[in-house]
């Protein structure tokens, strides 16, 4: 698909206040400058585009108040959030977004954020965020957000979209403000200085779960569960062949939210890095059933309880988990997978004033081996968006047991 997205202005909006400075997590300081993407799409509306741009400005300018981290970091400690403000861009597109829809592609999408150049250098020096609206001949509208993983996680992304998008329709009453409390439960320390697929699983989400339930294992796997094992099943496989005896074992990151685990629980505006890693594996085919995966996904994640996360913060419990990475990280004879899932965070809400997106998306996953998990639309399907070696996707969307539970149109 050939299209023109043509940059039609460009500007910085900055915070309506003069702002302050932020303090990293320790959480924050571990995590790479590397991007968060994320696509809304929206049908064509009765307000026209001027008045939508003129509203998203204004909101995005008084969110900015309440979300001040959006700045640049010194030292790997601080953000100065000064008054500079972020990148906004906004473009025509000269097709149809229903043509977008119909056929969605990774290139196509990926002219549909701005420019990576706009963001923060290596050392996560510059801006953090930036917005790109994208204006269809045919009224319709794609906004693409990317944010650095630096100073904030999906939960952050989700929770700050939502707050400009209710900024924007005006209600003051739905205001919804951040939580900055990870620095004070994880502290600071001084510290020395792909080819993209998206696979759609909705009809047979039901089917998919009664496969992955066993009486001696998981009797209820969840939709993220099921799909979770359904990938980690199928990738390996990926080279050898289904019947071969020589697949490598594996092992897979879970990216698990803090939030819900911290004792009490943490909001869930809480702002910023809250995530940490369960890790689990399989070594032979005997351990590739479905019940088996999952079983090992829900014992990895369920280990991540009030009790881990008090270890994690005292006597330096936090920094003795990340220097005690697995000797299986390294070893070439093991595959590495890692997984994320952000079903349920409410990126189907965000209601700018003309209506919820008719899709939400990512691309640009830089990971390798890496899995994110998203909500369809109906809110009971899962979209996985799937980073692997180009020469190995062909293979694994061949996978006979994948076909069975996927399809990758998005309009399916």
Not at 350 to 362: E, H, N, S, Y
Request: hydrophobic letters at 40%; a negative charge; proline letters at 5%.
């Amino acid at each position: 698909m050939v299209l023109k997205v043509e940059i039609i202005s460009k500007e910085t909006i900055k915070p309506s206040i003069n702002l302050r400075t932020f303090k990293l997590s320790f959480l924050d300081q571990i995590t790479p400058p590397i991007p968060i993407n994320i696509l809304l799409f929206y049908n064509e509306d009765s307000i026209d585009n001027v008045e939508r741009s003129d509203r998203l400005k204004k909101s995005l300018s008084e969110t900015l108040t309440r979300f001040y981290p959006f700045r640049e970091i010194n030292d790997n400690l601080t953000i100065q959030c000064d008054d500079y403000g972020v990148h906004y861009l906004e473009t025509q597109v000269n097709c149809q977004l229903s043509t977008v829809l119909k056929h969605p592609e990774a290139e196509v999408m990926n002219q549909f954020f701005p420019s990576s150049d706009l963001l923060c250098n290596e050392l996560g020096k510059g801006v953090q965020l930036a917005t790109q609206v994208n204006m269809f001949d045919c009224g319709g509208m794609v906004i693409g957000m990317t944010a650095l993983h630096k100073i904030i996680d999906a939960g952050s992304l989700s929770t700050f979209i939502n707050a400009w998008s209710r900024a924007a329709r005006g209600t003051s009453s739905e205001t919804l403000s951040p939580s900055f409390d990870s620095a004070s439960l994880f502290p600071p320390m001084e510290l020395f200085e792909t080819t993209f697929q998206p696979m759609k699983m909705n009809p047979r989400i039901a089917a998919l779960r009664a496969k992955a339930s066993h009486h001696e294992h998981v009797n209820n796997p969840t939709r993220v569960e099921s799909v979770s094992a359904l990938l980690w099943k199928c990738a390996p496989k990926v080279g050898n062949g289904a019947k071969s005896k020589s697949i490598k074992p594996s092992v897979v990151n879970v990216i698990v939210n803090f939030r819900s685990r911290m004792v009490p629980p943490l909001p869930e505006n809480s702002f910023g890095n809250l995530i940490g890693i369960a890790t689990t594996k399989k070594t032979s085919h005997d351990e590739a059933e479905m019940h088996y995966l999952v079983g090992n996904l829900r014992d990895a994640t369920r280990k991540i309880d009030g009790d881990y996360m008090r270890e994690l913060q005292v006597d330096g419990g936090l920094l003795r988990s990340t220097l005690e990475a697995p000797e299986q990280f390294n070893n070439s004879e093991v595959e590495l997978y890692t997984m994320t899932s952000w079903c349920r965070f409410p990126f189907y809400e965000v209601d700018f004033g003309w209506g919820k997106p008719i899709w939400v998306c990512t691309v640009n996953l830089l990971i390798k081996n890496g899995f994110i998990l998203m909500d369809t639309r109906c809110g009971s399907g899962v979209e996985a968006w799937v980073t692997l070696d180009e020469h190995k996707m062909a293979e694994f969307e061949s996978d006979l047991e994948l076909r069975e539970f996927i399809s990758t149109n998005q309009m399916d």
